[in-house]
Structures are given as C-alpha cells and as structure tokens.
C-alpha cells in the first residue's frame, strides 16, 4: 500500500512500533475476550487469576493504542510538514515554463487535497492495526475452541477476500478518475475566484461558465468519488454478510451435520458477532487509506516531475554581481506553443546589447513577443538557441539564479506580499515614506515593521504600491511590463517624467514595455517587436533624433 510505504520510508522504526503497540492493543482487545469468557465459567483460584489479567489488559488496551496513536499523528504531522515544504521547495526551484505548462491548479490540489488525503490516513493506521489484531486475536481463539470449525471461517475469509478485493482494484481506478476531476475542479474553481466581475458581466459567459465547466467538473468529482464509495461500500457489505453466513452455519447447518458442543457452537456465535465490527471499522478507513494511497502517488510523481527539472537554487550570497558593465543577448530563440494551441510561436533570433544607465522601451502589438523577451532577459525563462552573457559570462542554469537578482520586476500580472520581503531594512526605512508620498500613498499605507499596514486598495494604487517595493529592492536593472496602462494620466506623467529620469540618474538601467508613444522621446533606445522578430531597433543620438543601431 503506497501511503504506508510512504511513512516507512520517512521512519521505519517509529511506524514498526506504532503498529506493534496497535497490535498489542488489539490482542489485548482480544484477551479480553477470553478472559470475560473465562469468568462467566471460572471459580477459586483461576477466577483470581482472571480479575487481575481483566485488570492488567484494561489498562494495557488504552495505553498501547495511545501510543500507537500518538507515533503515527507524530509521524504523519512531521512527513506532511516535510513534504509541503519540499513540494513548495521543488516548485520554486523549477523553470518557470515548466510551472505554467503545469498549472497552478494542479500544483495548488497537490499541496492542499493531496496533502489533506495523506494527513487523514494517519488517524486510521492505528485503527487499522488494532481492529486487525483483534480480528487474528478471534481467529486464535477460534482455533482453540474448534480447529475444525476455524477452517469453515477461513474458507469463508478467502472468499469474502477474493470477493472484496476484485472491486476494490476497480474502486483504486475509479479514485484516481476523481482525482483529476478535482484538479479540474480547482482550475474552474480559481477561475470562478478570479474570474468574478467578468462572469457578472456577461450573463451568457456566466451560465456556460457554470454548466459546461464548473458544474460539468464537480459532477464528473462526485460521480466518480460516490460510485468508488460505492464499490466500497457493497464490498464491505459482503464481506459483513458473509460474517452472517458463517454464523447461520455453526447454528443451523453444522449442528446436523456432525456432533458440536453446546461451549464450542457459543463461544463461536459470541466470537463471530465479536467480529463483526472490528470486520466493519477495517472495511470503512480502507477507501480513506485508497484516497490517500492514490494522493500519495499523485505527489511522488509531481515531486519526481519537479525535481527532474529544477534548476535554480538558494544562494548564499543574493547579492552578488550588482555591479556590471555589459548585457548581451546572443541569438537567442524561443519557441512554444500558442495559447490557442496552434502552431509554434518562434521569437528570435534576437541579438542585443545593453548597458548601465539606460532606459529603454519595448514596444509592440499584443501577441508580438514582448514579454516573453521580458522572461528571457531577466532569467525566467532559458532559450532554446543562443547564449545571454553578462559581462562576457554565458549564463548557464548554475548561474540563472544569481543572475536573477539583478532585477527588480513589475509584471503585468504582478503579485503584491503584505510584507517588504527580501528588502534592506535600513534603505526601506530612509526611502519609503518618500515614494509613499510621491506615489498619493502615504494617507493609504504605513509601512511598519517591513509590513505593509493594508492591501485594500484600488488595482491601481496596488499597482503604485508595487512600484514602490520595486524601487526599495534597489535592484541595478528594472523592468516595467505595461505599468502605466491603467494609471490615470497624473501617476503616468510621475511615472515617466519623474521616476524613470531618476532611475537613470542613479545609473539604473530601465526596460519598459509600454504603447505610450506620447512618452517614447523620454527613452534612450526603443525595441519594436512584430510576431516575435525585432523590426526597429532605434537609438536617440546627440541631437535627439532616433537612429539604428548597430550592434
């Protein structure tokens, strides 16, 4: 079973103990048992006996399960710590286009459903093992009693087996058919959240939404979750009648057959109904034990998937190489599909160089490769031909990451933290309030303690307040994709009047992607893409005018 293999190898002695402690429970269970069923009969000296064993295995029942317990939640609270961290590790230290050709939905059902699974599974291993002690336990006792009649019960156990099994494999795959129905759950499901303002605007866009989409998904998710439970479930019914059975055979069928005590045929009625719901709390934590089984392949796989991949690492020094002197991209080409699926989008070859103090702009129609040359140039994104130097140096996937820490980003679908990660605390605190009063911020937001005091903003004062962490980074390149499109035309004028000029003049180098031509005069170069080539290539020279450039 993978989700007991999964723990074994995370500790092997603290899942051997916790399942020794749960079978000593369940024989315990068991004995206990015999011992009532030897009171009901004893006397003298034996009935001594017995009280005291009554007494010591009360005692030892609830210990041993408590331990059995409490090794197996330790256990598993430790293995799911482990793996969300190294699930989240391995995505970040994965190639980005690998992330999107995943999906944040799958990525997000791994680190919450997946992990939900494998964390509800270690309640019931304990369980598991002390029903199935108590269930060998009856069958011992059953041996002493009758060994003729044991036979009966483990003829009738191996077909109850065959006959639970065969659905059950079924069930495992009808499991794994829901599992990635609740991977397209959560992507309708993040589209609904993100979505929302679109769907209220569109009451068509809406009912296909919900109908072909999030309804299909979740009814497809609880078809195929309630027909693997129902598998379960008349499996485990047959195997609880089949109990039954045997029970109509020691008093009905048997007694005629062949001569049987009156102790043996009752002490067998007792133990087999006894049997019955240690039987039934086996058969109900199997399918969790399936789900979680089932999640934790989908997670080693997702796991073994990130980890072949990943190529980026933690740095000691994050800081290192801010000073430069020449970036240069080499004929670099990339290629991937597009979103419609059709065919492949090629951008490039392109062959830039750049220097420190720059500002330049990108422009484009949509679609035209700007920012994916955007990825491309601050390490986001590996080509698939060509080579991008700094200062001479290819960066290879061993450098990707410090060369990364040379720019500070505003994407176009920029995510804003409510702290001032990864921040000089001493550079925050002299510059912040400046750009907060600048930006129209400062009677919105206080910057306290790195953290930012509130995110219920307005898209474009969130936006400003991005361009304020940006700025606080205090990285030597920067990167505007399509900051200015939804700012009113005073934080435009801001924006590239003010705070462009003073980047520059801090020797920043600056990348702008932007349709604003009213402003292209401001830049020192402008790049014009065209379905993934470079068609103008333009640098303003002494007397103001743009001309080509050679590179």
Not at 119 to 130: D, E
Not at 452 to 474: I, P, V
């Given at each position: 079973?993978?989700?007991?293999?999964f723990?074994?190898?995370?500790?092997?002695?603290?899942?051997?103990?916790?399942?020794?402690?749960?079978?000593?429970?369940g024989?315990?269970?068991?004995?206990?048992?015999v011992?009532?069923?030897?009171?009901?009969?004893?006397s003298g000296?034996l009935?001594t006996?017995?009280?005291?064993?009554?007494?010591?295995?009360?005692?030892?029942?609830?210990?041993?399960?408590?331990v059995?317990?409490l090794?197996?939640?330790?256990?598993?609270?430790?293995?799911?710590?482990d793996?969300?961290?190294?699930l989240?590790g391995?995505?970040?230290?994965?190639?980005l286009a690998?992330?999107e050709?995943?999906?944040?939905h799958?990525?997000l059902?791994?680190?919450t459903?997946?992990?939900?699974?494998?964390?509800?599974?270690?309640s019931?291993?304990p369980?598991?093992?002390?029903?199935?002690?108590?269930?060998?336990?009856?069958?011992?006792?059953?041996?002493?009693?009758?060994?003729?009649l044991?036979?009966?019960v483990?003829?009738?156990?191996?077909?109850g087996?065959?006959g639970?099994?065969?659905?059950?494999?079924?069930?495992?795959?009808?499991?794994?058919?829901?599992?990635?129905?609740?991977?397209?759950?959560?992507?309708?499901?993040?589209?609904?959240?993100?979505?929302?303002k679109?769907l209220?605007m569109?009451?068509r866009?809406?009912s296909a939404?919900?109908?072909?989409?999030?309804?299909?998904?979740?009814?497809?998710?609880?078809r195929n979750?309630?027909?693997?439970?129902?598998?379960?479930?008349?499996?485990s019914?047959?195997?609880q009648?089949?109990?039954f059975v045997?029970v109509?055979?020691v008093?009905?069928?048997?007694p005629?057959?062949?001569?049987?005590?009156?102790?043996?045929?009752?002490?067998?009625?007792i133990?087999?109904?006894y049997?019955i719901?240690?039987?039934?709390v086996?058969?109900?934590?199997?399918?969790?034990l399936?789900?979680?089984s089932?999640?934790?392949?989908?997670?080693?796989?997702l796991?073994?998937?990130?980890?072949?991949?990943?190529?980026?690492?933690v740095?000691d020094?994050?800081d290192?190489?801010?000073?430069?002197?020449?970036l240069?991209?080499?004929?670099?080409?990339?290629?991937y599909?597009?979103?419609?699926?059709g065919?492949?989008?090629?951008?490039?070859?392109i062959?830039?160089v750049f220097?420190?103090?720059?500002i330049?702009?990108?422009?484009?129609?949509?679609?035209?490769?700007?920012?994916?040359?955007?990825?491309l140039?601050?390490g986001?994104?590996?080509?698939?031909?060509?080579?991008?130097?700094?200062?001479?140096r290819?960066?290879?996937n061993d450098?990707?990451?410090?060369?990364?820490?040379?720019?500070?980003?505003?994407?176009?679908?920029?995510?804003?933290?409510?702290?001032m990660?990864?921040?000089?605390?001493?550079?925050t605190?002299?510059?912040?309030?400046?750009?907060?009063?600048l930006l129209?911020?400062?009677?919105?937001v206080?910057?306290?303690a790195?953290?930012?005091?509130?995110?219920?903003?307005?898209?474009?004062?969130k936006?400003?307040?991005?361009?304020?962490?940006?700025?606080?980074?205090d990285r030597?390149?920067?990167?505007?994709?399509e900051?200015?499109?939804?700012?009113?035309?005073?934080?435009k004028?801001?924006?590239?009047?003010?705070?462009?000029?003073?980047?520059?003049?801090?020797?920043k180098?600056?990348?702008?992607?932007?349709?604003?031509?009213r402003y292209?005069?401001?830049?020192?170069r402008?790049?014009?893409?065209d379905?993934?080539?470079?068609?103008?290539?333009t640098?303003?020279?002494?007397?103001?005018?743009?001309?080509?450039?050679v590179?």
């Amino acid at each position: 079973m993978e989700v007991l293999r999964f723990f074994l190898q995370r500790s092997r002695k603290m899942v051997v103990f916790s399942i020794c402690a749960g079978v000593i429970s369940g024989a315990s269970n068991t004995a206990l048992l015999v011992v009532i069923n030897g009171l009901l009969k004893g006397s003298g000296s034996l009935h001594t006996v017995l009280v005291w064993s009554f007494v010591a295995f009360c005692v030892l029942l609830p210990l041993t399960r408590f331990v059995s317990e409490l090794l197996l939640n330790k256990l598993g609270q430790d293995a799911v710590f482990d793996l969300r961290l190294q699930l989240s590790g391995q995505m970040l230290a994965a190639p980005l286009a690998h992330l999107e050709q995943l999906g944040p939905h799958r990525l997000l059902a791994a680190l919450t459903d997946d992990v939900s699974a494998i964390t509800g599974a270690v309640s019931v291993i304990p369980m598991l093992c002390i029903n199935i002690a108590i269930v060998l336990g009856c069958l011992i006792f059953m041996a002493s009693l009758s060994p003729v009649l044991l036979m009966l019960v483990v003829v009738a156990m191996a077909i109850g087996i065959v006959g639970y099994q065969l659905p059950i494999l079924k069930a495992q795959r009808i499991f794994m058919r829901a599992r990635k129905d609740g991977d397209s759950l959560q992507k309708h499901l993040r589209a609904l959240t993100h979505g929302t303002k679109e769907l209220k605007m569109n009451s068509r866009r809406r009912s296909a939404f919900f109908k072909d989409l999030l309804e299909s998904a979740a009814v497809s998710f609880r078809r195929n979750n309630l027909w693997a439970m129902s598998i379960y479930t008349a499996a485990s019914s047959w195997a609880q009648a089949l109990v039954f059975v045997v029970v109509g055979l020691v008093l009905i069928v048997l007694p005629s057959l062949q001569h049987l005590d009156s102790k043996t045929i009752t002490g067998y009625t007792i133990v087999l109904l006894y049997f019955i719901t240690p039987l039934g709390v086996i058969m109900t934590v199997l399918p969790a034990l399936g789900r979680a089984s089932v999640a934790v392949k989908n997670v080693q796989e997702l796991g073994f998937d990130l980890a072949r991949h990943a190529t980026d690492r933690v740095l000691d020094n994050p800081d290192a190489g801010k000073q430069w002197g020449e970036l240069q991209l080499a004929s670099i080409v990339h290629t991937y599909h597009r979103e419609d699926g059709g065919e492949e989008f090629i951008l490039g070859p392109i062959d830039l160089v750049f220097h420190p103090g720059e500002i330049v702009f990108i422009t484009g129609g949509n679609g035209s490769g700007k920012t994916t040359l955007l990825k491309l140039l601050i390490g986001l994104y590996a080509p698939n031909q060509g080579e991008i130097r700094l200062d001479g140096r290819a960066i290879n996937n061993d450098l990707r990451e410090a060369y990364r820490q040379n720019f500070s980003v505003i994407f176009s679908d920029f995510f804003l933290f409510e702290q001032m990660l990864g921040t000089d605390e001493a550079f925050t605190k002299e510059h912040a309030s400046e750009y907060l009063t600048l930006l129209n911020l400062s009677q919105k937001v206080k910057i306290e303690a790195g953290r930012l005091s509130t995110l219920d903003l307005s898209q474009g004062q969130k936006k400003r307040l991005a361009l304020l962490a940006a700025y606080l980074e205090d990285r030597p390149i920067y990167l505007f994709d399509e900051w200015a499109a939804d700012q009113d035309p005073h934080f435009k004028g801001i924006f590239y009047l003010q705070l462009l000029p003073g980047l520059k003049a801090r020797h920043k180098t600056v990348f702008v992607i932007s349709h604003d031509d009213r402003y292209y005069h401001l830049a020192d170069r402008v790049i014009k893409l065209d379905e993934g080539q470079i068609v103008a290539d333009t640098r303003k020279n002494t007397t103001g005018a743009f001309s080509a450039v050679v590179n």
